[in-house]
């Protein structure tokens, strides 16, 4: 890959976790469609075969057999599970309709499609397959094939399915296992929350939305939009010229809490809320945690009212002590005093 390095292996010293006793069932989750059997049309000589679901039209090669089910959709379409006969692997479907319609979509897209063929890890979603077009001169809307999994992090947080504190370490222990192999090839996720988080019934979690990634050295990476606003670090929210791996380190940090609180850290309304919320919690900055932001930032800061922060223990009693301390030294405001993947696997 232009910019970056090869991803590491897994590192030994992160391979030691073993999965929970108690799995989480798939049948305890909300459904977001209801399951039916969508009949199949055959198109193109029988070379492709259409599916019409919900009013959009999946056209898929052959190959991929019913029951073919809608699980999921975004911004960008529609995802459907289906089976790969000459695998005999299930496998996620997701169709991006006009693909190439925005410039910003198509890179986006392409962007996914690049860095997921690259890398190859157990907590890293795999792509299986690009579905390639019937007809050249057709070629409007993308299908990308993934390895199937259950639900995702939100979903499960957001149903009533208990957790212990088995699933804590073992989905926290997960995600920092993957980001440390993303971050070994030099490249920023930029959109991690639990949406992003792929879960089966074995509690195995793979990171997905590889969209807004970005090779460390890229020279535009700066300036997009990244990060949903609940999950965005300071630096980002107060314009921070320059940023590093520490901003997927505070998403972590915020999602290793929302597993617990059972809703996000916070939540903020808009732009400025979302400040607000963050200093509420941990505090006015001092000058010296202040010191990469530019001279606005630090106005601002200056002028808002002085927070002194509130006790982590005393705001979550619930939340195991441990626990704190890591969100803790994940959340930090100035981002180079905020814990590194690399110092997670050496504790």
């Known amino acids: 890959m232009e910019g970056g390095g090869r991803p590491q292996p897994p590192d030994p010293q992160m391979a030691e976790a073993a999965p929970p006793q108690q799995p989480v069932y798939q049948n305890a989750l909300p459904l977001m469609f209801p399951r039916m059997q969508i009949p199949a049309t055959p198109s193109y000589g029988g070379r492709f075969t259409q599916y019409n679901i919900f009013g959009n039209i999946f056209e898929v090669t052959a190959k991929y057999k019913p029951p073919i089910m809608p699980i999921g959709e975004d911004a960008y379409g529609t995802v459907c599970s289906a089976l790969n006969s000459e695998t005999n692997e299930s496998a996620a479907i997701k169709k991006i309709v006009n693909a190439f ?27 299986r397959d690009v579905i390639p077009p019937p007809q050249r001169e057709c070629f409007n809307d993308v299908y990308i094939v993934y390895e199937l999994m259950d639900t995702d992090l939100h979903q499960l947080i957001c149903c009533n399915q208990k957790f212990n504190e088995e699933h804590y370490q073992y989905f926290i222990y997960q995600i920092l296992r993957g980001l440390k192999y993303i971050h070994s090839a030099n490249v920023l996720h930029r959109d991690l929350k639990p949406s992003n988080l792929l879960v089966n019934e074995n509690c195995d979690l793979k990171i997905c939305d590889f969209g807004l990634a970005r090779v460390n050295t890229e020279s535009d990476f700066m300036t997009e939009y990244v ?10 929210l107060l314009y921070s010229s320059q940023y590093s791996a520490a901003i997927d380190m505070w998403s972590v940090g915020c999602i290793f809490m929302e597993l617990f609180i059972r809703k996000p850290l916070f ?3 808009d732009h400025l809320h979302q400040v607000r919320l963050l200093l509420e919690l941990l505090g006015t900055p001092s000058e010296a945690e202040m010191e990469y932001l530019n001279e606005n930032a630090k106005r601002y800061i200056q002028q808002l009212p002085n927070y002194p ?15 704190i301390d890591l969100a803790q030294k994940m959340l930090t405001f100035d981002p180079k005093q905020r814990i590194t993947g690399e110092f997670v696997a050496k504790e």
């Not at 979509?105 to 157990?122: N, Q």
């Not at 990060?227 to 980002?236: A, C, F, G, Q």
């Open 227 to 236: 990060i949903t606003r609940w999950y965005r670090p300071p630096e980002l």
């Open 309 to 323: 922060g509130q006790s982590f223990s005393e705001k979550f009693p619930n939340v195991h002590p441990l626990a």
């Open 267 to 269: 939540p903020g309304r």
């Open 101 to 127: 319609g925005n410039k910003v979509d198509a890179k986006r897209t392409l962007r996914e499609i690049k860095l997921l063929r690259y890398m190859a890890h157990e907590n890293v979603v795999a792509i």
